[in-house]
């Protein structure tokens, strides 16, 4: 075996994949990134049409340079490699009007959410309304609030087998409250709140709402994995698109290598696939390689579920917020609207399309079937325009052209198939698929690993693909032998600090617990 040479390849150039190539690099690991289509950036990847610049995936708000995006950057001394951007406007919520009536039905009863958490009592009351909630339930939600926002880490671990509509009922007994508490709390995840773990998604609103900062990268979600990527060849890696990898070579349940499509094999000791974990199991790899019960796992995992998205070019600006979420509620024939969440990059970099012009990219919130609620039909791309529409007055008739990710045909807007629109693989994360429980960066196969949204990392997004990268490198070289080394000692003021923090968010922890 000692014949291989210690190479890696990456397969796949979204941003697990691009960070993964940048960090083996930057460690001295000779690195092969391979990326399949013409572009580099998977679901980060961007297309331009009509002087915009269009992100071919549907990208959740971030913490800019003090999350993991910036953590990679940061491993490799490039903290500012990338500019990341805050919009003036913050993020906001639309509830399906028709079912309130007056004038809410006309303006979708819009609530405005601060970036900063500690500014979101303002607009509690103004939520409670939206939601519909009694003015005792809005009190327990309050509660429920503060609750997770204080909440330890290992409490918050104890909710990672919970659904976020099942934790919002221990504080709001009547099931439509609940329902629709659940629903904004697993906006994050982009599943519905009958289905997203508690605890990843508390998590992921915690880290947001902390860091009191809505951000997103400036050049739009490809810059990430493009800055990536040249960073990785700076540090001598080779970054190759329009390259296929065929099949993963291994013998004697170890990596040797990896097939290109062009029947040209690549020797190397370490594999990073980000295809996926069962792709990778079954197509990439082969279920004989594995253990019955690894297979078996793979097998039995709920990936996440296939969106409907909608890009859309506007002629002139509609939309006063960095985001949007669609939590739906009642259409006029009494079904429910579907749940969404639209991000308006242009809030954050306004280069991104013609002076005076806005650029929408959204996707359905679905679950495992992926329509609205559990067993639905798939949501589809036109069901998802006039989700968007009926939160956006004037959408339709502003619309230079709507891309779908399903392909509809043409309704005299200039719809298309989104290039390149299809979502990362990635796992579900719902109960039992997340923590401790999530499916880990290593496999039984020596030398092949995982990265990006299908195993390990917390959080959303970019964000979940980042940490999965830096968990799945930072395994490598503990396999390798390599000292990751030690990190500096924190400062007696801050271990105080901590330790104070700690002491007053186990005390509001307690205070707000969820009483029977």
Same mark, same amino acid.
């Given at each position: 075996?000692?014949?291989?040479?210690?190479?890696?390849?990456?397969?796949?150039?979204?941003?697990?994949?691009?960070?993964?190539?940048?960090?083996?690099?930057?460690?001295?690991?000779?690195?092969?990134?391979?990326?399949?289509?013409?572009?580099?950036?998977?679901?980060?990847?961007?297309?331009?049409?009509?002087?915009?610049?269009?992100?071919?995936?549907?990208?959740?708000?971030?913490?800019?340079?003090?999350?993991?995006?910036?953590?990679?950057?940061?491993?490799?001394?490039?903290?500012?490699?990338?500019?990341?951007?805050?919009?003036?406007?913050?993020?906001?919520?639309?509830?399906?009007?028709?079912?309130?009536?007056?004038?809410? =039905?006309?303006? #979708? %009863?819009?609530?405005? +959410? @601060?970036?900063?958490?500690?500014?979101?009592? /303002? !607009? &509690?009351? *103004?939520?409670?309304?939206?939601?519909?909630?009694?003015?005792?339930?809005?009190?327990?939600?309050?509660?429920?609030?503060?609750?997770?926002?204080?909440?330890?880490?290992?409490?918050?671990?104890?909710?990672?087998?919970?659904?976020?509509?099942?934790?919002?009922?221990?504080?709001?007994?009547?099931?439509?409250?609940? =329902?629709?508490? #659940? %629903?904004?709390?697993? +906006? @994050?995840?982009?599943?519905?709140?009958?289905? /997203? !773990? &508690?605890? *990843?998604?508390?998590?992921?609103?915690?880290?947001?709402?902390?860091?009191?900062?809505?951000?997103?990268?400036?050049?739009?979600?490809?810059?990430?994995?493009?800055?990536?990527?040249?960073?990785?060849?700076?540090?001598?890696?080779?970054?190759?698109?329009?390259?296929?990898?065929?099949?993963?070579?291994?013998?004697?349940?170890?990596?040797? %290598?990896?097939?290109?499509?062009?029947?040209?094999?690549?020797?190397?000791?370490?594999?990073?696939?980000?295809?996926?974990?069962?792709?990778?199991?079954?197509?990439?790899?082969?279920?004989?390689?594995?253990?019955?019960?690894?297979?078996?796992?793979?097998?039995?995992?709920?990936?996440?579920?296939?969106?409907?998205?909608?890009?859309?070019?506007?002629?002139?600006?509609?939309?006063?917020?960095?985001?949007?979420?669609?939590?739906?509620?009642? %259409?006029?024939?009494?079904?429910?609207?579907?749940?969404?969440?639209?991000?308006?990059?242009?809030?954050?970099?306004?280069?991104?399309?013609?002076?005076?012009?806005?650029?929408?990219?959204?996707?359905?919130?679905?679950?495992?079937?992926?329509?609205?609620?559990?067993?639905?039909?798939?949501?589809?791309?036109?069901?998802?325009?006039?989700?968007?529409?009926?939160?956006?007055?004037?959408?339709?008739?502003?619309?230079?052209?709507?891309?779908?990710?399903?392909?509809?045909?043409?309704?005299?807007?200039?719809?298309?198939?989104?290039?390149?629109?299809?979502?990362?693989?990635?796992?579900?994360?719902?109960?039992?698929?997340?923590?401790?429980?999530?499916?880990?960066?290593?496999?039984?196969?020596?030398?092949?690993?995982?990265?990006?949204?299908?195993?390990?990392?917390?959080?959303?997004?970019?964000?979940?693909?980042?940490?999965?990268?830096?968990?799945?490198?930072?395994?490598?070289?503990?396999?390798?032998?390599?000292?990751?080394?030690?990190?500096?000692?924190?400062?007696?003021?801050?271990?105080?600090?901590?330790?104070?923090?700690?002491?007053?968010?186990?005390?509001?922890?307690?205070?707000?617990?969820?009483?029977?």
């Amino acid at each position: 075996m000692d014949e291989v040479p210690l190479r890696a390849v990456v397969i796949g150039s979204g941003v697990g994949g691009a960070a993964a190539a940048l960090l083996l690099a930057h460690a001295g690991i000779p690195t092969l990134l391979a990326e399949k289509g013409r572009r580099l950036g998977g679901s980060a990847a961007a297309y331009e049409r009509d002087s915009f610049r269009v992100d071919t995936g549907t990208h959740m708000l971030c913490r800019g340079e003090e999350g993991p995006l910036g953590d990679v950057l940061r491993r490799v001394g490039q903290g500012d490699a990338i500019a990341f951007r805050q919009s003036s406007e913050p993020a906001a919520l639309s509830f399906a009007g028709p079912a309130r009536g007056g004038r809410d =039905a006309e303006r #979708g %009863g819009r609530v405005v +959410l @601060p970036a900063d958490h500690r500014r979101l009592a /303002a !607009s &509690a009351l *103004e939520l409670a309304r939206a939601l519909e909630l009694t003015p005792l339930e809005a009190a327990r939600a309050a509660r429920l609030l503060a609750h997770a926002t204080a909440m330890r880490d290992v409490d918050l671990a104890a909710c990672d087998d919970v659904t976020a509509e099942a934790y919002a009922a221990r504080f709001l007994p009547r099931t439509a409250a609940a =329902a629709r508490l #659940g %629903g904004l709390l697993g +906006l @994050p995840l982009l599943l519905p709140g009958s289905e /997203a !773990s &508690a605890g *990843e998604a508390l998590f992921s609103l915690r880290r947001l709402a902390r860091s009191g900062r809505q951000s997103y990268p400036e050049g739009g979600a490809a810059r990430v994995p493009d800055v990536f990527c040249r960073l990785a060849r700076e540090h001598g890696a080779v970054v190759r698109t329009d390259t296929t990898v065929r099949r993963v070579l291994v013998q004697a349940r170890r990596v040797r %290598g990896v097939e290109l499509e062009d029947g040209t094999t690549l020797p190397a000791r370490v594999v990073v696939s980000t295809a996926g974990l069962l792709p990778t199991v079954a197509g990439l790899v082969g279920e004989p390689h594995f253990p019955e019960a690894y297979v078996a796992r793979a097998r039995a995992l709920t990936p996440q579920p296939r969106q409907a998205q909608v890009k859309i070019g506007l002629r002139r600006r509609l939309v006063a917020a960095g985001a949007l979420a669609g939590l739906g509620g009642g %259409g006029g024939d009494g079904a429910p609207a579907l749940p969404f969440y639209c991000l308006a990059p242009t809030r954050f970099d306004p280069s991104l399309a013609p002076p005076g012009h806005e650029l929408l990219c959204a996707c359905a919130v679905s679950g495992a079937s992926g329509g609205a609620s559990p067993g639905a039909p798939a949501a589809t791309a036109d069901e998802l325009l006039r989700a968007l529409a009926g939160a956006v007055p004037g959408l339709l008739s502003a619309a230079l052209f709507v891309d779908g990710v399903d392909g509809s045909p043409g309704n005299g807007r200039g719809e298309a198939r989104v290039p390149g629109g299809e979502l990362a693989a990635g796992t579900a994360q719902t109960p039992g698929q997340v923590g401790r429980a999530r499916p880990a960066v290593h496999t039984p196969v020596r030398g092949l690993y995982l990265a990006g949204r299908a195993a390990g990392g917390r959080g959303a997004g970019m964000e979940l693909a980042a940490s999965s990268a830096m968990e799945c490198v930072d395994r490598i070289l503990v396999d390798l032998g390599r000292d990751l080394g030690v990190p500096a000692p924190p400062a007696l003021s801050d271990i105080a600090g901590d330790l104070l923090g700690r002491a007053a968010a186990s005390t509001v922890s307690w205070i707000t617990r969820p009483r029977g």
